[in-house]
T-cell receptor, first 115, second 116 residues
Framework: GDSVTQMEGPVTLSEEAFLTINCTYT??????LFWYVQYPGEGLQLLLK?????DKGSNKGFEATYRKETTSFHLEKGSVQVSDSAVYFC??????????????FGKGTHLIIQP | DAGITQSPRYKITETGRQVTLMCHQT?????MFWYRQDLGHGLRLIYY???????DKGEVPDGYVVSRSKTENFPLTLESATRSQTSVYFC???????????????FGNGTRLTVT
């Protein structure tokens, strides 16, 4: 079945550092890919998405490019802020339908940004 | 306000009790989902619904019951709560029946359930 793998962390960085959170996936066909962010005590919020190979999703300074050849969707940001501290989830929706009408999530990466 | 709301935000119950978590959305999205979030497991799909009166099992359905008599509501019931069901529960909705598989899920703020 479909699966998503990402580093769990915690990942600790200093403010203004460059961020990369790796995400790789296994799925048949051509899934849509998503990054969600979860702040403490809140639900998940969509950060960005990409629906086909070589698409780049971007939002709030974050970017991720859909790489079909490496089955990856790594999240990047050039200069992180303390307010970016949160848990980040990579997710996909595959082609198989049925229970996969929902999203398949990675386990989440806890990001901590220190001033 | 438009959106997806869950109630209660926090619930403590005893083993063996029945408890119902509520979920309401105002977008008229066709699909609704229940996930549970546990440390080390991420989010796992419990049940989903494609439309009113249509529900189906997800990855971890045992011990849970759902219903969907109206498009906007999707309650989740634990018929006899167990300690292993202590978790944070998230409801979500999606319009991907019309928007396709690129449409995102929209999440509520969750219910933190503790079973003692």
């Amino acid at each position: 079945g479909d699966s998503v793998t990402q580093m769990e962390g915690p990942v600790t960085l200093s403010e203004e550092a460059f961020l990369t959170i790796n995400c790789t996936y296994t799925a048949t066909g051509y899934p849509s890919l998503f990054w969600y962010v979860q702040y403490p005590g809140e639900g998940l919020q969509l950060l960005l998405k990409a629906t086909k190979a070589d698409d780049k999703g971007s939002n709030k300074g974050f970017e991720a490019t859909y790489r079909k050849e490496t089955t990856s969707f790594h999240l990047e940001k050039g200069s992180v802020q303390v307010s970016d501290s949160a848990v980040y989830f990579c997710a996909l929706r595959g082609d198989s339908g049925g229970g996969a009408d929902g999203l398949t999530f990675g386990k989440g990466t806890h990001l901590i940004i220190q001033p | 306000d438009a959106g997806i709301t869950q109630s209660p935000r926090y619930k403590i119950t005893e083993t063996g009790r029945q408890v119902t978590l509520m979920c309401h959305q105002t977008w008229s999205h066709s699909y609704m989902f229940w996930y549970r979030q546990d440390l080390g497991h991420g989010l796992r799909l419990i049940y989903y619904s494609a439309a009113a009166d249509i529900t189906d099992k997800g990855e971890v359905p045992d011990g849970y019951v759902v219903s969907r008599s109206k498009t906007e509501n999707f309650p989740l019931t634990l018929e006899s709560a167990t300690r292993s069901q202590t978790s944070v529960y998230f409801c979500a909705s999606s319009d991907h029946q019309r928007q396709g598989k690129g449409s995102p899920l929209h999440f509520g703020n969750g219910t933190r359930l503790t079973v003692t």
